[in-house]
Each structure stands twice: as structure tokens, then as C-alpha cells.
């Protein structure tokens, strides 16, 4: 619910920026805290370990998880880390303690927002694993044409003149595949139900639901995925071969915001195959930054590794915005007591209307500022409490910048 321009820009803003945590001064880790949580997964401690199955056979990944665990990892790796993938034990212990004086902050602090934190911190140095030095491909030039101010929509400075200076996310229309599982300030469940047929992504935020058809003929051996989510699979969906999986594609003319999936088992892990999107969202948090193409393909692997995490990929390919595919890699896991709630996103939504509003404001001042010939007066956020600068009266608040750790 956003329910003013100042409000609601803030919360947008720390919503969609995914960043380390910066630690409200950092604590002693927990004891399940203190472990690097990849290490702990079963399949890690017993690479026989097996996933339960459902009533009819397939892996079981139903439940409700959350991507909280992952909110100190960032995007592309820093620097330093070259083309490693892990923490070590020292960065580690920085991490972890900078987690749980987030954590600590966030439960007996914080009182207006609902920030979350999860009870673990896994060692990862970014969510890109390929290409190997953890960065996100350079974009093609056909990429770049279409950057453009409505990319952080009220994450940035405007201007804010129409409908098109916002994100959909703004709009509480949408946050994108990606998007809308990249952890953020809040709302980071997704539910995953399972039938025979079908399996079910139920976002938490903006409530996006995928129902994705589940190709019933065979549960296959391992054969398509790539080493790490690495190299390229095969330019084939499942949808386009005869695999018993009766439901036609939706056709070239159909785009859609979270695209057309088709999904099947290989092994213990679910692969999705999604294309027919839109050219209106990100990869990014929360849906935003310069947009894909539609002729984005994205491939996912859901594995679950431990009774409390899966470990999932999720590989882009757009040729037409990228130079080359990337991959990402995440563990969404279950939280104590974590539940879904409703997200009532239209119901409160000022963004749009307070943001036109203020603009409207700003141009005013403009002219009278031309008029009396003064300066024109600089354009502002009002979100300087939760960027960490200095705020008369406010206690200083870093919620996200910095360096990575």
C-alpha cells in the first residue's frame, strides 16, 4: 500500500534497491547465522540426499519461501572477488554480522515499515554466476537506445508528466519475472503449490501468479541443464517438442508480462522454459531498469536442496538488449513463522496521482523562480531519512549504498 508521494517514494525506493546489508551496527551472528547457509543445506552435507516427492511422484518444492536470506547479496560481483563465487571465512563474518544488526534493527526497531531480514546469510559474492567474473553483459546498442528516465519510474528524479515517467511496479501492475523474486525491503514470498499438471508461483508482492503446465509423460534423467547455469540449452522448448504435453503454445502474436512457461522434471529439478514477453519490464528488483526485448527467453531450475531451500537459476537470454546470456543464482528458503499476506497495492496507491501532483508543484516554482530571476530551485526526493543523509531532527538511516562486503 503507498498511500503519499513522499511515503510512497520512499517506499518504493528501498522496495526496489537491493543492495548488502549495510548492518544497523553490527551484532554477533546467531548460531545459525554464524555458518555459511550453502554449507549447511543437506544435499551439501549428503549428496545422496533425496527431495520428498509428491502423492504422484514429482519432486515436492511446494510451500512458502522467501528470497529474505539473500538481501545482503548483490547483482553483479564487487570487483575484488574476481570469478569467485564464495566468501571467505573473514568476509564472511563481516557479512553475517552486518545481517543480523539488520535483522536486530528491523525486528525491535523499526515500527512504520515492514522490513525484513532472514535468519541466515549464505557466502554467495553476487547473484550473477555467469559469465564467470559475476557481471551482468554489457548491453547491445540496441539495449542503450532504450534507457530512458521512466526505467526507475519513482526511484528516481522524474520528471513525472504521464502515465509512461512510471514503472509498472509504480502502478502496481507488475514487477517482471526476475523482479519479482530478486529480495527487496518486503514482500519477498512466493508460494509454490503443485498438481500433477500444473505448478504454481504465487508472488507476494503486486500477487502475480504463474501457472505453469508440467509436461506429465516422464520424470527425465538430468540432461539439459548446464554445469552452474552455465553455457547455453537448447534453443528448443519443451512446448515445441512431442513430449505428451498437450497445451498449445499461445502463438507469436501473444506477449505477456510474465510471458508464456512450460515446464518439466529432469531428475529432482524443475526446468522452465518462459518466452512471449512484453518489452515493458526489467530484470531488475521490483521490475526496474532498462527494459528487456520481447524476445527475452528465460530458463529456470528449481532444486530442492534441503527440507528449507531450493536452490534456483534463472538464465536470460535476450540477444536483441544483451550481449551475451547471463545466469543468476539464488536460494529462497522457509522463515519461521513467515506468512503470505495480501498485498494491497491499488487500494492505497498515491505514487502516480502525489507524483504528477508534486511535478505540478515543481514547475510552479520554476516559473515563479524565472520570473523573479533567482535560481531554479533544485529537485528533490524527500527520501533523504532512508538514503542516510543528514536529516535535521531524524537519526541517520543507511538502508542501502556502500561498498560490498
Not at 522490513?115 to 554489457?138: H, K, L
Not at 538488449?321 to 529462497?332: H, V
Not at 522457509?334 to 508534486?358: D, I, R, T
Request: charged letters at 25%.
Amino acid at each position: 500500500m503507498r498511500t503519499s508521494w513522499t511515503v510512497a517514494g520512499a517506499l518504493a525506493l528501498l522496495a526496489g534497491t537491493m543492495v548488502a546489508a549495510q548492518g544497523f551496527g553490527s551484532k554477533t551472528p546467531t548460531a545459525l547465522r554464524a555458518i555459511p547457509a550453502e554449507t549447511t543445506a543437506a544435499k551439501a552435507k549428503d549428496p545422496n540426499w533425496k527431495a520428498p516427492k509428491t502423492a504422484w511422484g514429482q519432486p515436492n518444492l511446494e510451500g512458502v519461501w522467501t528470497s529474505d536470506d539473500m538481501r545482503s547479496v548483490q547483482m553483479s560481483r564487487a570487483p575484488q572477488y574476481g570469478t569467485r563465487e564464495l566468501l571467505t571465512p573473514e568476509e564472511f563474518t563481516r557479512r553475517a554480522s552486518g545481517d543480523e544488526g539488520s535483522r536486530d534493527r528491523a525486528v525491535n526497531q523499526e515500527t512504520i515499515l515492514r522490513n525484513e531480514f532472514g535468519v541466515r546469510t549464505f557466502g554467495y559474492t553476487s547473484f550473477v554466476v555467469d559469465p564467470p567474473n559475476g557481471q551482468m553483459p554489457a548491453m547491445m546498442a540496441a539495449g542503450r537506445t532504450r534507457a530512458a528516465n521512466r526505467d526507475a519510474g519513482t526511484f528516481g528524479p522524474g520528471p513525472f508528466n504521464d502515465f509512461e515517467d512510471f514503472t509498472l511496479y509504480d502502478r502496481c501492475v507488475t514487477r517482471g519475472l526476475v523482479g519479482s523474486i530478486l529480495p527487496v525491503l518486503y514482500g519477498n514470498g512466493v508460494r509454490i503449490l503443485q498438481t500433477p499438471n500444473e505448478v504454481v508461483l504465487s508472488y507476494e508482492m503486486v500477487h502475480d501468479t504463474r501457472i505453469i503446465p508440467i509436461d506429465p509423460s516422464t520424470l527425465r534423467e538430468p540432461q539439459g541443464r548446464p554445469e552452474q547455469g552455465r553455457g547455453t540449452t537448447s534453443s528448443v522448448s519443451p512446448r515445441a517438442e512431442s513430449r505428451g504435453d498437450l497445451r498449445a503454445d499461445v502463438g507469436p502474436a501473444i506477449k505477456q508480462y510474465m510471458g508464456s512457461s512450460r515446464g518439466h522434471f529432469e531428475g529432482d529439478t524443475l526446468v522452465i522454459e518462459t518466452s512471449h514477453f512484453t518489452d515493458r519490464t526489467s530484470i531488475g528488483a521490483n521490475g526496474n531498469g532498462t527494459r528487456h526485448s520481447d524476445r527475452m527467453k528465460i530458463t529456470e531450475w528449481l532444486t530442492r536442496i534441503d527440507p528449507e531451500m531450493i536452490d534456483y537459476r534463472i538464465r536470460v537470454e535476450d540477444p536483441v538488449t544483451y550481449t551475451a546470456p547471463f545466469t543468476l543464482r539464488l536460494t529462497i528458503t522457509s522463515q519461521p513463522g513467515y506468512e503470505m499476506y495480501e498485498y494491497s497495492c491499488h487500494e492505497g496507491n498515491g505514487a502516480v496521482k502525489y507524483a504528477l501532483s508534486a511535478e505540478r508543484e515543481y514547475d510552479r516554482k520554476v516559473a515563479e523562480a524565472k520570473a523573479k530571476g533567482l535560481p531554479v530551485p533544485p529537485r528533490t526526493m524527500g527520501m533523504e531519512v532512508y538514503t542516510g543523509q543528514a536529516v535535521e531532527g531524524r537519526e541517520e538511516i543507511r538502508e542501502f549504498g556502500g561498498t560490498a562486503r
